[in-house]
T-cell receptor
Framework: EAGVAQSPRYKIIEKRQSVAFWCNPISGHATLYWYQQILGQGPKLLIQFQNNGVVDDSQLPKDRFSAERLKGVDSTLKIQPAKLEDSAVYLC??????????FGEGSRLTVL | AQSVAQPEDQVNVAEGNPLTVKCTYSVSGNPYLFWYVQYPNRGLQFLLKYITGDNLVKGSYGFEAEFNKSQTSFHLKKPSALVSDSALYFCAVRDAGNTGKLIFGQGTTLQVKP
């Protein structure tokens, strides 16, 4: 079974530039999550989708972050404009009916 | 609000010795608890979970965790540590709203020395 796919793995941008991350969850998983993991901290949920609907985006900085899952499968997370404090690893996960989350390898963002 | 705490930033243990990584939780209702491991530059890998039933939960790679309701703890254990177990370990609890999202602790680095 293929795992959660994410790209790019690494991205370096300057502040005020934009960046987009892509995620393809495990086939058949209806729920998709984007987490932000800042160095030295645990992952923090940014947004959760159930199929193509948003379940929870309470921690998403909506002035600069956006995410979509238009067809209920893959998803894109965008940051525009980026700030220095957005430097982090962005983790995508999907969940099965048994409840555990399966994570991708992550996309490491460095904002200079 | 649901939360977990991992009181140790780092745990050091010699190879072959037993290891324990501590986690305490605070929940409203029944706790759904998880352990994940993260190797450098990798995503999080699921180790085990407690939903209900036996207080001792067995998981991947020889790890187990003991659920203790009176102490609100869910410590991760392994009888004999391997150098390859060195990694970052996260405890997590499912959110009370039953959306399925997990709330993670800050992580504990496990260092196993030969």
């Amino acid at each position: 079974e293929a795992g959660v796919a994410q790209s790019p793995r690494y991205k370096i941008i300057e502040k005020r530039q934009s960046v987009a991350f892509w995620c393809n969850p495990i086939s058949g998983h209806a729920t998709l999550y984007w987490y932000q993991q800042i160095l030295g901290q645990g992952p923090k949920l940014l947004i959760q989708f159930q199929n193509n609907g948003v379940v929870d985006d309470s921690q998403l900085p909506k002035d600069r972050f956006s995410a979509e899952r238009l067809k209920g499968v893959d998803s894109t997370l965008k940051i525009q404009p980026a700030k220095l404090e957005d430097s982090a690893v962005y983790l995508c996960a999907s969940s099965s009916i048994t409840g555990e989350l399966f994570f991708g390898e992550g996309s490491r963002l460095t904002v200079l | 609000a649901q939360s977990v705490a991992q009181p140790e930033d780092q745990v050091n243990v010699a190879e072959g010795n037993p290891l324990t990584v501590k986690c305490t939780y605070s929940v409203s209702g029944n706790p759904y608890l998880f352990w994940y491991v993260q190797y450098p530059n990798r995503g999080l890998q699921f180790l085990l979970k407690y939903i209900t039933g036996d207080n001792l939960v067995k998981g991947s790679y020889g790890f187990e965790a003991e659920f203790n309701k009176s102490q609100t703890s869910f410590h991760l254990k392994k009888p004999s540590a391997l150098v390859s177990d060195s990694a970052l370990y996260f405890c997590a609890v499912r959110d009370a709203g039953n959306t399925g999202k997990l709330i993670f602790g800050q992580g504990t680095t496990l260092q196993v020395k030969p």
